[in-house]
C-alpha cells in the first residue's frame, strides 16, 4: 500500500551513502550467478555483476520518489538523475561490501539480537516499533510481529528483510569507526593549521602581467608543451572515458505565431469552460496536465493562481496566466475554510487477502465499530492492517495536508475531529480516524485547464530543413567549411561523459550520446537528432580514453597554459634583472616603471592577492621570507611576481585545551574527508565495467 515513505536526502559521505543504498528498500541483487548471460549486465565490479532488470527496478522506485517529491511527469533529465543515484548507491554498496568481507568485519548472533531487543536497539527497530503516543519503543507491538511471521509469510519475508538491514547497518557502523579511528592528528598539525588561518602577513609587491607580452610574441614548442605536461600529468587522468564533440543546433521553438495560436486556443477554452456543465469532463478532454477539479490549498498551485482564486467569486474563470510557456485558466467552483492539516491514524483492508471487496468491507465495519466501543486503535492497527508502514506505526500517519492522499480528503477534511469512516479506495478498504484538525485557511475547488505553447508544423519544418541542407552537404572532413557557408555557429561539449544528458545547459538526446561512443574520431552523426526544442548535428573531434591522456590528445587545451609558462621564462628574465643588486621591492619597482603595491592582513589559508586573484605560490612565499628582503622571481597565475615582507602579525600561541580543540576539530574534519578519499581509492583499483550506456 506503502502511504508512507521515508526518502533520504542528499548524503554527504560516501559511507552514509552506501548505508543509503542497502536501506532504500527491495535490494538490487549482488552476485549474478557466472552462468547469467552478460548481455543483460548492467555493470560489473570485481566479477559481481548486476543484471538490468533489477538495476531498472531500483531506477523506477526512484523515478517515482523524485515525482512525488518534485511533481511533474516523468522526463530524461530526471531519469537521468535517478540513473546516476542508483549507480552511485550500487557502486558504493559493492565495493564497500567487498572491503568489509576482507577485512573480516562480522555482526554475531548475540550482537544481532541485543540490536533487536537489547538496551540500545537499531534505529530502523525504533523508526518501526516506536509508539506515537509515547515516544517508546513498543515491545508488545515487536513481539506481536515476531510471533506473526511465524504463520505469515510476507510477515516473515518482512521481517527477515529487517534483520538484513540492521545487520548491515551494523556492519558500515563499524567499517565507518575503523576509518575515523585511524586518523589522528598531531600537536605541530594542529598549531600549523591555526597559523595558517590567523597568522597575518604584510608585505608589498610588484607584477609583471602575462597580459605584457602578446601572444604573437610566442612561438611554443614540441618542448613547451612535453614540459607542461609532464609536470601535471596526473591532471590529464580520466576515470571514465569520454569524447569531445562538436555541435550546431537549429533552433525549433515555438515562434511568435505559434504563441498567438495558444493565446487563441486557451481565449476560446475560457469561453467554454465558463460555459461547461460538466467540469470534471471538459478538464479531461481539454487539459493537458488533467488535474483533477478539487479543492486546492494556497502553495498547492502556480504563482498566478495561488494570488487570485482564493479570493474570486465561484463561477468566475481566471486566466489565461503564462508560466514557463504555459497558459492556466480555472473556474472557481467554490471557496471555503478548510484545516490546514490533519492528524490521522490509517487501517488498511487488503481486498485480495479477506476473499472479495465485500468481505473486506465487513472486516472495515467490524473493527470500525470496535474503535466506536472505545477499542484501541493502534493496538488494532498492528493485528489487523495490511500496510507494513501503518502496521508497525500503529496506524499513526505523519501530518498531512490537503492532497497528500488525495482518496482520503473528503473524510480527513471535511469531517470532523473523532470521526472514524470506511473508505474503499484502488488501494484497499481503510479505516480512517481523524485524530486532530489543526489550523483553517481559505481553499478553492478548481477546475483547471492549461495550454503549453508548441512549435508548430512550420516552425519545426522550417528549423528541420536548415538542419538537413547541412547535414546532408557534410562528407566528414568540411564540417567547418559548411557551417561557415551557412553562417552556423559550431558549439564545443569537451570531454562529454557515457551518461551525460546536456551540452551544458542544453538538453540532448540519448541517441547522440549512445552514437557518439560507438562512433570513430571525426565521425559526423549518423542522423540529425533531436530534442522538443532543437535539431542537432554533431561530430565526435577527440576521443579521451579512461586513464592518462597522450599529450597531443590535450594539446589544445592547455594550450593557453603553455604559453603563460613560456611567457613566464621571459618575464622571469626581466623580473630577476631589476631584483640584480636591489635591496628593496621599491628599487625593483622603480627599474621597471612601476609602483610597488602594499598588501595587508593576509592569511595563509586564503591566499588571494586583492584586485589579483588567489595567487597560491605567491602568498606561499611570502610566508617562508624574512621581513625586508625583496624574494626571487616568482611565477604565479596572473604574471610574474616579487615580494617583499614589511612584518608578520603571529596570533596567540595554542596550548593545553585549546590546542586540543583544535586537534579534535582537525581529526574530524580528516575523519569526513577519509571516507571518500578511501571510496576513491577503492574505486581507482576496482575492476569496474560500467554497461548503463547500452540500456539508458
Known amino acids: 500500500m506503502g502511504y508512507l515513505r521515508n526518502h533520504a536526502g542528499l ?119 516506536t509508539n506515537p503516543q509515547t515516544g517508546q519503543i513498543d515491545n508488545n507491538a515487536l513481539n506481536a510481529f515476531i510471533q506473526q ?40 598539525e594542529a598549531e600549523y593549521d591555526y597559523n595558517s588561518r590567523n597568522k597575518l602577513a604584510n608585505f608589498k609587491y610588484v607584477m609583471l602581467d602575462y597580459a605584457s607580452v602578446t601572444d604573437a610574441q610566442v612561438k611554443l614548442t614540441d618542448a613547451d608543451y612535453k614540459e607542461y605536461y609532464d609536470k601535471n600529468k596526473n591532471a590529464f587522468k580520466n576515470n571514465e572515458e569520454t569524447r569531445s564533440i562538436d555541435y550546431v543546433i537549429f533552433d525549433a521553438r515555438p515562434n511568435n505565431a505559434d504563441t498567438a495560436l495558444a493565446t487563441a486556443e486557451i481565449q476560446k477554452l475560457k469561453n467554454e469552460l465558463a460555459a461547461s ?50 497558459y492556466e485558466i480555472a473556474k472557481v467552483i467554490s471557496v471555503k475554510n478548510s484545516p490546514d492539516s490533519v492528524n490521522a491514524s490509517l487501517i488498511v483492508i487488503d481486498p485480495a487477502a479477506e476473499g472479495g471487496l465485500d468481505k473486506a468491507k465487513a472486516k472495515a465495519d467490524s473493527i470500525k465499530n470496535l474503535v466506536l466501543a472505545g477499542g484501541n486503535f493502534s493496538t488494532l492497527a498492528v493485528e489487523f492492517s495490511a500496510d507494513p508502514q501503518t502496521k508497525n506505526n500503529g496506524g499513526e500517519l505523519p501530518t498531512l495536508t490537503r492532497g497528500a492522499i488525495p482518496e482520503l480528503d473528503e473524510v480527513l477534511f471535511d469531517g470532523v475531529t473523532g470521526d472514524v469512516k470506511v473508505v474503499p479506495t484502488n488501494n484497499g478498504v481503510h479505516i480512517v480516524k481523524v485524530n486532530k484538525q489543526i489550523g483553517s485557511s481559505k ?49 564545443k561539449n569537451d570531454r562529454t561523459a557515457a551518461m551525460d544528458n ?40 577527440n576521443i579521451q580514453p579512461k586513464g592518462h591522456q597522450p599529450l597531443e590528445s590535450v594539446k589544445s587545451v592547455i594550450e593557453p597554459v603553455v604559453r603563460n609558462m613560456v611567457k613566464a621564462r621571459m618575464l622571469k628574465e626581466k623580473m630577476n634583472n631589476a631584483l640584480n643588486g636591489a635591496s628593496s621591492i621599491d628599487q625593483v619597482a622603480q627599474k621597471l616603471g612601476k609602483n610597488a603595491q602594499s598588501v595587508e592582513n593576509v592569511v595563509l589559508a586564503n591566499p588571494v592577492i586583492p584586485g589579483i586573484a588567489i595567487e597560491n605560490a605567491v602568498v606561499g612565499t611570502v610566508f617562508g621570507l624574512q621581513p625586508n628582503k625583496p624574494s626571487k622571481a616568482i611565477e604565479g597565475s596572473q604574471g ?57
Open 11 to 129: 548524503v554527504v559521505t560516501v559511507i552514509a551513502l552506501a548505508i543509503v543504498a542497502f536501506l532504500l528498500g527491495d535490494m538490487i541483487n549482488m552476485g549474478t550467478p557466472f552462468w547469467r548471460s552478460s548481455q543483460n549486465e548492467v555493470a560489473n565490479v570485481n566479477g559481481e555483476g548486476i543484471d538490468y532488470q533489477e538495476f531498472n527496478g531500483q531506477v523506477e522506485q526512484t523515478v517515482n520518489m523524485y515525482q512525488q517529491q518534485m511533481g511533474g511527469a516523468n522526463n530524461p533529465q530526471m531519469q537521468g538523475y535517478a540513473v546516476q543515484q542508483v549507480w552511485n548507491q550500487y557502486l558504493t554498496q559493492q565495493l564497500i561490501s567487498q572491503e568489509i568481507e576482507k577485512i573480516g568485519i562480522e555482526v554475531g548472533k548475540d550482537e544481532l539480537n541485543s540490536l533487536v531487543s537489547g538496551k540500545n536497539p537499531s534505529a530502523l527497530i525504533a523508526q518501526y516499533f
Open 640 to 696: 610574474v611576481y616579487a615580494v617583499q615582507v614589511v612584518g608578520f602579525v603571529n596570533p596567540k600561541a595554542l596550548a593545553g585545551e585549546e590546542l586540543a580543540a583544535q586537534q579534535r576539530q582537525i581529526t574530524q574534519q580528516k575523519a569526513q574527508r577519509s571516507q571518500n578519499v578511501i571510496f576513491q581509492a577503492l574505486q581507482d583499483n576496482a575492476k569496474i565495467v560500467d554497461n548503463r550506456i547500452k540500456f539508458y
Open 443 to 491: 481553499i478553492a475547488k478548481l477546475a483547471i485547464v492549461d495550454k503549453s505553447i508548441v512549435a508548430g508544423k512550420e516552425t519545426t519544418d522550417f528549423a528541420y530543413s536548415k538542419a538537413n541542407t547541412f547535414f546532408s552537404g557534410l562528407t566528414g572532413k568540411n564540417f567547418e567549411e559548411q557551417a561557415k557557408k551557412q553562417n552556423l555557429t559550431i558549439m
Open 149 to 188: 511471521t511465524k504463520q505469515d509469510p510476507n510477515a516473515r519475508t518482512q521481517w527477515e528483510g529487517l534483520l538484513k538491514n540492521i545487520k548491515t547497518d551494523r556492519l558500515f557502523q563499524k567499517y565507518s569507526t575503523l576509518v575515523n579511528n585511524s586518523v589522528y592528528t598531531t600537536a605541530l
Open 277 to 326: 456543465t460538466n467540469d470534471s469532463s471538459f478538464v479531461n478532454i481539454n487539459s493537458e496536465n488533467k488535474y483533477p477539479v478539487r479543492y486546492y490549498g494556497k502553495n498547492q498551485l502556480s504563482a498566478a493562481l495561488d494570488s487570485v482564486v482564493f479570493n474570486a467569486a465561484p463561477g468566475t474563470v481566471v486566466g489565461p496566466f503564462l508560466t514557463q510557456n504555459v
Open 502 to 541: 546536456t551540452f551544458g545547459a542544453i538538453e540532448v538526446p540519448r541517441d547522440l550520446i549512445r552514437w557518439a561512443f560507438e562512433a570513430k574520431q571525426g565521425d559526423v552523426g549518423e542522423k540529425i537528432f533531436d530534442t522538443q526544442d532543437n535539431f542537432i548535428v554533431a561530430r565526435v573531434t
